[in-house]
T-cell receptor
Framework: SAVISQKPSRDICQRGTSLTIQCQVDSQVTMMFWYRQQPGQSLTLIATANQGSEATYESGFVIDKFPISRPNLTFSTLTVSNMSPEDSSIYLC???????????FGPGTRLLVL | GQQLNQSPQSMFIQEGEDVSMNCTSSSIFNTWLWYKQEPGEGPVLLIALYKAGELTSNGRLTAQFGITRKDSFLNISASIPSDVGIYFCAGPQGGSEKLVFGKGTKLTVNP
């Protein structure tokens, strides 16, 4: 399985500011995904990050709030814009596991918005 | 969209006991995945199931793909304290690469 790292691992931010989260994979992958995990909750898919094209967002998530970049096959960023306390969550990136319909996850970024 | 219902929501057991949890859906899934998330970490894939009726083991963990394709079970034998965490089932949404997750079963093991 791929080795995935995320930066930062955690952060405390003020409302109204933005934070960019980085996701780095140790091998080239076709698909990268970004999830949100609210406190005590399950994982909700935010968007699929496509290399060379715009990200595909799920219902309830918009590009203005969560802009995503995917400059190459090993890297992606997620920005949480104009943050409010409701954005306090764990943000996780994942990558597809090749042909087996699996995904492998990074360690997550723990965000607290005050 | 497709939803996955996990039960129980939480379990408190003694070390050495066996654990059983399940995941059900009103829709058919062609793949069932089981993940474990420990505090402060991302989910780790434990077992992947691809065929109805399939029974797959990973150490003390055994998972089964239900015959109807609408459910899956995860069993942990002889639990140990490091089994503590939240166990999620997941499956591809509508045949796409996107995963839908259950709400998780939180396992606590008392030494």
């Amino acid at each position: 399985s791929a080795v995935i790292s995320q930066k930062p691992s955690r952060d405390i931010c003020q409302r109204g500011t933005s934070l960019t989260i980085q996701c780095q994979v140790d091998s080239q992958v076709t698909m990268m995904f970004w999830y949100r995990q609210q406190p005590g909750q399950s994982l909700t898919l935010i968007a699929t990050a496509n290399q060379g094209s715009e990200a595909t967002y799920e219902s309830g998530f918009v590009i203005d709030k969560f802009p995503i970049s995917r400059p190459n096959l090993t890297f992606s960023t997620l920005t949480v814009s104009n943050m409010s306390p409701e954005d306090s969550s764990i943000y996780l990136c994942s990558v597809d596991g090749g042909t087996q319909e699996t995904q492998y996850f990074g360690p997550g970024t723990r965000l607290l918005v005050l | 969209g497709q939803q996955l219902n996990q039960s129980p929501q939480s379990m408190f057991i003694q070390e050495g006991e066996d654990v059983s949890m399940n995941c059900t859906s009103s829709s058919i899934f062609n793949t069932w995945l089981w993940y474990k998330q420990e505090p402060g970490e991302g989910p780790v894939l434990l077992i992947a199931l691809y065929k109805a009726g399939e029974l797959t083991s990973n150490g003390r963990l055994t998972a089964q793909f239900g015959i109807t394709r609408k459910d899956s079970f995860l069993n942990i034998s002889a639990s140990i304290p490091s089994d503590v965490g939240i166990y999620f089932c997941a499956g591809p949404q509508g045949g796409s690469e996107k995963l839908v997750f259950g709400k998780g079963t939180k396992l606590t093991v008392n030494p």
